[in-house]
């Protein structure tokens, strides 16, 4: 029978993560899920030299290559999209403490998928004629480069083809909407990668904004994309991916999203950011009040909130978790 | 603009024109910001039955509520028929060859219609490759769509540091060297059929494919748009008055645009 796997954030980072792992997360979109408490809590720890696997930029991936955390990383999109650049990763790179390989998005998924399969490339066309491919900022003397992305002929056509190499990252904290104790996931939104990331990662931290019982999973088991089998452990953190959004839970922080990346601009202000929004709380609760009650009713007031619907009647209380995670800590 | 009856900005002329070029019924996927405005206008439009998708794999919706801050905003999510992920959009849809066409945005574009959102070098980047000056925000999905999508709308702002004859750095391919050298690598989509700018619209010489002057706006001329364009920009023969803004288009589009970020600039 599957045992509750229910843990601490900060036993979750302690156990799973060390200096210079290779580390992803999911959904890693730089406005929308991602387990971006999980890099707080690598911070608070003194968690450096990491190598950061993400599908795209996000908030915690600025936050981390702001701080000087990360040696490198492995991106389809570096920005924030509508809110712009990023400005913690963007200096780190631009200062040569980062070192970004870049790829594409459908690129990074599918080398997730490899990872998944176990495979050791997958063939496509894309990012293929492009300095993509031509450029490695792992290997910056090879130009052209015929590592990063090399040719392959197609055994059956002749036809030329990219291979791109798969990954398996060492951990994985992914951001999902519920899980049950025992690690089953419903993710509401674009999955992005995470279906693919599940299975690619060794070791799988699901990071869940609410805690449902299993009824709730046995009830809609077609959207379970992330099973029990997978997954090593789960954290419970209301408001996980803050200041990015939850679909169905809360909306993107817009002040917390502009000043967050204004104080990522440079390392003396990003001091002070990490001072106030990283190394500032002691609980979830401490978490919650740094937030703000006023932000907190204001961003859950989300169009999207009737996608919870289905899944209230199961979600569990606050206390009922927190005796699984006394057992879980043990 | 004073002189012209209608007020619009622009950015949405530039909107407008790139929402005309979408057909209905195609099978579109659009990016961030201006990208998706200009699509989801025309879905508002033109093009009701335009089958949209954004690269996360976000179906049968439309923005509320306003510019949506990102492909997978909550804007966007609020009324979608199908959430999936982005092997499913970028690769089972755009890099298999189904997707008709896809709108891109673009820091600095070339004469033949290569893109660059990586990063502005002082010079060129050299034999070692060396961070940007200015880092960038990298390739995204747009790479994927300019590899696979049938047809690619290029959208930018039009300035000469973003016009340049070669860019430092390709992101996203466009023809790469001209002529039939993007047959080289097998790409299933037909590369760029516009760049549409805040001046007027460039397309593709159909042999060279140099993208050249095919039309300019009411407000703008043909030598703004030239001394704007850091290569020397050809003129289409064909070189014709982009028609305004319609009153139905502009109210179209600006019920997308709700909290009007296309009015602002």
């Known amino acids: 029978m599957p045992q509750p796997k229910l843990i601490s954030l900060a036993t979750a980072v302690d156990r799973f993560t060390q200096n210079g792992v290779q580390y992803a997360s999911g959904a890693a979109l730089p406005i929308g899920s991602d387990a971006i408490v999980f890099g707080r809590e690598l911070l608070r720890q003194g968690r450096n030299q990491l190598h950061a696997i993400f599908h795209c930029n996000s908030q915690q991936l600025n936050l981390l290559a702001g701080a000087g955390a990360v040696d490198k990383a492995e991106c389809g999109f570096s920005g924030l999209e509508v809110f712009g650049f990023a400005n913690g990763l963007r200096r780190s790179i631009e200062t040569g403490v980062t070192q970004l390989e870049d790829y594409s998005n459908l690129a990074m998924a599918i080398r997730l998928l490899g990872g998944a399969m176990n495979w050791p490339f997958v063939p496509a066309t894309v990012n293929i004629g492009s300095d993509i491919q031509y450029r490695s900022a792992f290997s910056p003397e090879e130009y052209p480069s015929t590592s990063k992305i090399p040719m392959i002929t197609d055994p059956f056509s002749g036809r030329q083809l990219g291979a791109f190499q798969s990954l398996q990252p060492e951990v994985a904290a992914i951001h999902v909407s519920m899980a049950d104790p025992l690690g089953n996931a419903i993710m509401l939104g674009t999955e992005w990668s995470r279906f693919e990331l599940s299975r690619a990662a060794k070791k799988v931290i699901l990071v869940a904004d609410e805690i449902v019982h299993t009824d709730c999973m046995r009830q809609f088991p077609n959207l379970v994309r992330i099973p029990d089998i997978v997954v090593d452990a789960i954290v419970y953190w209301p408001f996980a991916a803050w200041p990015q959004s939850s679909p169905g839970l809360y909306d993107v922080d817009e002040d917390h999203m502009r000043s967050m990346n204004k104080a990522l601009a440079t390392e003396e202000t990003t001091q002070q950011y990490l001072k106030d929004y990283v190394f500032s709380y002691q609980s979830h609760r401490d978490y919650l009040d740094m937030i703000g009650n006023e932000k907190r009713e204001k961003i859950t007031q989300t169009e999207t909130s009737f996608l919870m619907d289905p899944y209230r009647k199961w979600i569990l209380s606050a206390d009922e978790i927190a005796k699984l995670v006394l057992e879980g800590d043990r | ?265």
């Open chain 2, 1 to 265: 603009m004073n002189s012209h009856k209608l007020e619009y900005t622009r950015q949405e002329m530039m909107a407008i024109a790139t929402g005309r070029e979408l057909r209905d019924g195609e099978l579109a996927i659009f990016g961030v910001g201006l990208s998706m405005l200009a699509g989801y206008f025309a879905q508002a439009h033109h093009a009701p039955n335009i089958r949209a998708m954004t690269e996360g794999g976000v179906y049968g919706a439309s923005p509320v509520g306003g510019l949506p801050w990102g492909i997978e905003c909550n804007r966007i999510s609020a009324n979608a028929t199908s959430f999936t992920n982005g092997v499913d959009a970028l690769g089972f849809l755009v890099a298999s060859g189904r997707c008709d066409v896809g709108i891109i945005g673009a820091a600095q574009v070339d004469k033949f219609g290569n893109v660059n959102t990586t990063g502005i070098w002082d010079g060129e980047i050299g034999d070692h490759y060396r961070a940007p000056k200015t880092r960038l925000t990298g390739a995204g999905g747009a790479n994927d769509i300019a590899c696979g999508a049938g047809r690619v709308l290029i959208m930018v702002a039009h300035e000469p540091k973003r016009f340049a004859e070669k860019v430092t750095y390709i992101s996203s391919p466009g023809y790469l060297d001209g002529g039939n050298t993007r047959e080289r690598y097998g790409f299933i989509g037909g590369g760029p059929s516009a760049i549409i700018t805040t001046l007027g619209i460039l397309r593709p010489d159909p042999n060279t494919k140099e993208f050249q002057l095919d039309a300019y706006y009411p407000f703008s001329n043909i030598e703004e748009i030239k001394s704007n364009t850091n290569w020397a920009l050809k003129v289409s023969p064909r070189v014709h008055v982009v028609p305004e803004p319609t009153v139905d288009e502009l109210k179209a589009l600006r019920k997308v645009d709700e909290t009007g970020a296309l009015r602002k600039q």
